[in-house]
């Protein structure tokens, strides 16, 4: 299966300032995901980032707030823009496994905490 | 849009013993896959198994197995001879089989605090 890095591991970031997470793959893959964490919670799906074309955003979420970069197929940056403490989460990236079916590997995650 | 519940926040159970979390769905959609996957403190998601929701037998990987009922729209987790290092968050998950148009990604229930006894 895939091998993703995720950076950073953690951060604490002040408020109204921005944060880039990085994730790389191993691998080639079609799509990305990206999912946020919250304190004691489950895993809700951002966004999905395609290669070479917009990222598809879930209801809740706008690109104007999160930001997503996939300029090749290995590696894919979700930004936090204007940081407030309920964005306070884990950020987590994943790839699907021969297209999901098989399955999904996730990065180690991403801590947030917004002061 | 599916949804995925788990009504169960925490469960407890003596190592060696079974345990068994449960997980119901809903959805429109005949094709679809069910995952379970464990999150210990190290934040780390692990597929635990997985199913074809067209595939009537029941997925099994050693000690884990599944017992799914789609007419119930049902996917439960069976953990059989517990040890110390299944102690986690478990979360039962929900994929279309249809992909693009934003389906491909995981609808994830709120999991289940598995608490393993010594």
């Keep these: ?115 | 849009a599916q949804t995925v519940t788990q009504s169960q926040p925490e469960m407890s159970v003596q190592e060696a013993e079974t345990v068994t979390l449960s997980c119901t769905y809903d959805t429109s959609e005949s094709d679809y896959y069910l995952f379970w996957y464990k999150q210990p403190p190290s934040r780390q998601m692990i597929l635990v198994i997985r199913q074809e929701a067209y595939k009537q037998q029941n997925a099994t990987e050693n000690r884990f197995s599944v017992n799914f009922q789609k007419a119930a729209k049902s996917f439960s987790l069976k953990i059989s001879d517990s040890q110390l290092g299944d102690a986690a968050m478990y979360f039962c998950a929900y994929r279309s089989a249809w992909t693009g148009g934003g389906a491909d990604g995981l609808t994830f229930g709120k999991g289940t605090h598995l608490i393993i006894q010594p």
């Design chain 1, 1 to 115: 299966s895939a091998v993703i890095s995720q950076k950073p591991s953690r951060d604490i970031c002040q408020r109204g300032t921005s944060l880039t997470i990085q994730c790389q793959v191993d691998s080639q893959v079609t799509m990305m995901f990206w999912y946020r964490q919250q304190p004691g919670q489950s895993l809700t799906l951002i966004a999905t980032a395609n290669q070479g074309s917009e990222a598809t955003y879930e209801s809740g979420f706008v690109i104007d707030k999160f930001p997503i970069s996939r300029p090749n197929l290995t590696f894919s940056t979700l930004t936090v823009s204007n940081m407030s403490p309920e964005d306070s989460s884990i950020y987590l990236c994943s790839v699907g496994e021969q297209g999901g079916n098989y399955g999904y590997t996730f990065g180690s995650g991403t801590r947030l905490t917004v002061v």
